[in-house]
């Protein structure tokens, strides 16, 4: 089924490691983005793409890096986890022309703890 | 700044009743609005797309109005079941780079039998 495929589905980490959250969708859509889920704070964004080798920050884009090597992989790494990145994570994708951007699709998420 | 809100924030109804979730939004110059699904501990699933040149749309039992000069949404929800219970979240968004989705925080939605 086409669709935006999140793995892993759970991870606990130790304050202090590295990961990377993973994000691929067959829609051949050129816009993806990662956002984080929060009890009382809602969806946020972290980061966003336009297209492979463009990338650009959302609102919390601290402790998160990505990248876009091609249009289907858009993969979110934290570079050291602390507590305050225990979160649900999605990321979601939609067609974007330039001109006209279509409707969002999510994956599943990805449960962090970090510990 | 965009701000959206959602009434009410839950709702509890008997199997059966036709029900009516609201949406409102305080920057008309929106290009889509959407709304979605959560089921607890699951990810979001759209429901209807409206884009900036419709009023409305239309999914089975579902029904999605937009009139972006009054800034409100309406999802409207026919015969409701069980398995309609989960969060309803209607976002929006704009027609430029960087965009982003900017949701309300939700309703609740509960349908008894």
């Known amino acids: 089924n086409a669709g935006v495929t999140q793995t892993p589905k759970f991870q606990v980490l130790k304050t202090g490691q590295s990961m990377t959250l993973q994000c691929a969708q067959d829609m051949n859509h050129e816009y993806m983005s990662w956002y984080r889920q929060d009890p009382g704070m809602g969806l946020r964004l972290i980061h966003y793409s336009v297209g492979a080798g463009i990338t650009d920050q959302g609102e919390v884009p601290n402790g998160y890096n990505v990248s876009r090597s091609t249009t289907e992989d858009f993969p979110l790494r934290l570079l050291s986890a602390a507590p305050s990145q225990t979160s649900v994570y999605f990321c979601a994708s939609s067609s974007w022309t330039g001109q006209m951007i279509g409707g969002y699709t999510f994956g599943s998420g990805t449960r962090l703890t970090v510990v | 700044k965009q701000e959206v809100t959602q009434i009410p924030a839950a709702l509890s109804v008997p199997e059966g009743e036709n029900l009516v979730l609201n949406c409102s939004f305080t920057?008309?110059?929106?290009?889509?609005l959407q709304w979605f699904r959560q089921d607890p501990g699951k990810g979001l699933t759209s429901l209807l797309l409206?884009?900036?040149?419709?009023r409305e749309q239309t999914s089975g039992r579902l029904n999605a109005s937009l009139d972006k000069s009054s800034g409100r949404s309406t999802l409207y929800i026919a015969a409701s079941q069980p398995g309609d219970s989960a969060t309803y979240l209607c976002?929006?968004?704009?027609?430029?780079?960087?965009?982003?989705?900017?949701f309300g925080a939700g309703t609740i939605l509960r349908v008894k039998s």
């Open positions: 409206i884009q900036s040149s419709q």
């Open positions: 976002a929006t968004y704009y027609m430029e780079y960087g965009n982003k989705l900017v």
């Open positions: 920057d008309s110059a929106i290009y889509n």
